[in-house]
């Protein structure tokens, strides 16, 4: 893989990823599916997802895998002086840096970001990290769970008789990673006008509040914590799960003119003019009476069927269904939602250009797959990278475990 072959929007741009786990490979991951030369920089332990499995595809976890294509790897070792060098080296013909070192730890290397600034002033440094370097946290470590507590994503989320529930899918972490990305892409516009690069730094705290949407609206509004209600919208009605003939339906409805039609649709119209629901306001507060006769009317449908009719009448609805059956859609099928190289499967990049198209060039790399080919073009001839890995500054394909 070279970046002179790739096609995307951002084909061009290099990318040093120092990232380990997931906000900063997922981050790096978006920018590889769009032509980004995604230089994936590991520890000689290797990023530790590697490792958490099962299931594997040969030494590497579905977890690594999932988050990590289109990348190039190196096992570099930079709390050597040796590893910090190549690494400046690298930095010399790049655009991006990212980062999820605790706070300082760059600084005790002598490559803060003081440091990178004076000699890379184009660079776009971008640190992903728990809570920042300074306040009251700063510098301690975060974990998606953790910031889910803290912030009131796992106090708001399941009923009041399951307790708080964290929610089952890392939406902090991916999200921070998300966010980090478009800070970098930010950072690289606002660069064509200065002529600099920037620090960008996104937390998974900040960004855990960020999406508690409407949840802090509501609070800063009513000064009231949110109550756990399960599938059921705060704000919306209906807007949950309910019980159909043969399993669950989830039906939203953002308005009084798609409740009316909806109750068309159903075969009651006379429940829009109702008037414990004829207004949204009116069905939050009677929910419960909704419920019921929403309930009656769907014990007589199949979910898929009827969630077909709702939707071609231009009504949210959709089956409540695992990822296998998800997967296995006729609207995935025609989307071309799956992509395939090799023995890898994974799911396309959701971000869609009519000409600069995401592409799958690569699968995710073994450890340290890529060194001399990295080194190569940096400059390093065999020789010098045979000296680096008989040094253990730069590894080869065996991980330090």
């Given at each position: 893989?070279?970046?002179?072959?790739n096609?995307?929007?951002?084909?061009?741009l290099?990318?040093?990823?120092?990232s380990r786990?997931l906000g900063?490979p997922?981050c790096?991951q978006?920018l590889a599916?769009?032509?980004?030369?995604v230089?994936?920089v590991?520890?000689?332990?290797?990023?530790?997802?590697?490792?958490w499995g099962?299931p594997f595809?040969?030494?590497?976890a579905?977890y690594?895998i999932?988050t990590?294509?289109?990348k190039?790897?190196?096992?570099l070792?930079?709390?050597?002086e040796?590893?910090?060098?190549?690494?400046?080296?690298?930095?010399?013909?790049?655009?991006?840096?990212?980062?999820?070192f605790?706070?300082g730890?760059?600084?005790?290397?002598?490559i803060?970001?003081d440091?990178l600034r004076?000699k890379?002033?184009?660079l776009?440094?971008c640190?992903?990290?728990?809570?920042?370097?300074d306040g009251?946290h700063?510098?301690?470590p975060?974990?998606?769970?953790?910031i889910?507590?803290m912030?009131?994503?796992?106090e708001?989320?399941g009923?009041?008789?399951?307790?708080p529930?964290?929610i089952?899918?890392?939406?902090?972490?991916?999200?921070?990673?998300?966010?980090a990305?478009?800070?970098i892409?930010?950072?690289?516009?606002?660069?064509?006008?200065?002529?600099?690069?920037?620090?960008?730094?996104a937390?998974?705290f900040?960004?855990?509040l960020a999406i508690?949407?409407?949840?802090?609206?509501?609070?800063?509004?009513?000064?009231k914590?949110?109550?756990?209600?399960?599938?059921e919208?705060?704000?919306l009605?209906?807007?949950?799960v309910?019980?159909?003939r043969?399993?669950?339906?989830f039906?939203?409805v953002?308005n009084?003119?798609?409740?009316?039609?909806?109750?068309?649709?159903?075969?009651?119209?006379?429940?829009?003019t109702d008037?414990?629901?004829?207004?949204?306001?009116?069905?939050?507060v009677?929910?419960a009476?909704?419920r019921?006769?929403?309930?009656?009317?769907?014990?007589?449908?199949?979910?898929?069927p009827?969630?077909?009719?709702?939707l071609?009448a231009?009504l949210p609805?959709?089956?409540?269904?695992?990822?296998?059956?998800a997967?296995?859609?006729?609207?995935?099928?025609?989307?071309?939602?799956?992509?395939e190289?090799d023995?890898?499967?994974?799911?396309?990049s959701?971000?869609r250009?009519?000409?600069?198209?995401?592409?799958?060039?690569?699968?995710?790399?073994?450890?340290?797959?890529?060194?001399?080919?990295v080194?190569g073009?940096?400059?390093?001839?065999?020789?010098?990278?045979?000296?680096l890995?008989a040094?253990?500054?730069?590894?080869g394909?065996?991980?330090k475990?």
């Amino acid at each position: 893989m070279t970046p002179a072959l790739n096609s995307g929007a951002i084909a061009g741009l290099r990318v040093i990823d120092l990232s380990r786990v997931l906000g900063g490979p997922y981050c790096t991951q978006i920018l590889a599916d769009h032509g980004a030369d995604v230089i994936k920089v590991e520890p000689p332990a290797g990023d530790e997802t590697r490792d958490w499995g099962p299931p594997f595809h040969d030494d590497d976890a579905a977890y690594f895998i999932g988050t990590n294509r289109n990348k190039r790897s190196i096992g570099l070792d930079l709390a050597s002086e040796g590893g910090r060098t190549v690494l400046m080296k690298m930095l010399e013909d790049a655009d991006v840096m990212i980062e999820n070192f605790k706070p300082g730890t760059l600084d005790k290397w002598g490559i803060g970001n003081d440091v990178l600034r004076a000699k890379f002033p184009q660079l776009v440094h971008c640190r992903i990290s728990g809570f920042g370097g300074d306040g009251p946290h700063g510098g301690h470590p975060g974990y998606d769970a953790i910031i889910q507590s803290m912030v009131g994503l796992m106090e708001s989320t399941g009923t009041p008789d399951s307790g708080p529930t964290r929610i089952g899918v890392a939406l902090v972490d991916m999200s921070t990673g998300l966010y980090a990305c478009v800070g970098i892409l930010m950072a690289l516009l606002e660069r064509q006008k200065s002529g600099l690069g920037q620090f960008v730094e996104a937390t998974l705290f900040e960004t855990g509040l960020a999406i508690m949407h409407p949840h802090t609206a509501n609070f800063f509004m009513h000064g009231k914590p949110p109550a756990r209600t399960g599938n059921e919208h705060p704000n919306l009605y209906p807007y949950s799960v309910f019980a159909a003939r043969d399993g669950n339906i989830f039906m939203g409805v953002g308005n009084d003119g798609t409740f009316r039609k909806l109750c068309r649709e159903l075969g009651k119209p006379e429940l829009g003019t109702d008037p414990r629901f004829a207004r949204n306001r009116d069905r939050v507060v009677n929910r419960a009476e909704l419920r019921a006769e929403l309930e009656a009317i769907l014990a007589n449908h199949d979910a898929e069927p009827l969630c077909r009719k709702l939707l071609a009448a231009g009504l949210p609805a959709g089956p409540v269904q695992a990822i296998d059956k998800a997967l296995a859609s006729e609207h995935v099928k025609y989307r071309g939602d799956i992509i395939e190289k090799d023995w890898y499967r994974g799911v396309a990049s959701p971000i869609r250009f009519d000409r600069t198209k995401a592409s799958l060039r690569g699968v995710p790399p073994k450890f340290s797959e890529h060194a001399g080919e990295v080194l190569g073009e940096f400059g390093y001839s065999a020789d010098d990278i045979s000296k680096l890995v008989a040094d253990g500054i730069v590894s080869g394909p065996e991980r330090k475990r």
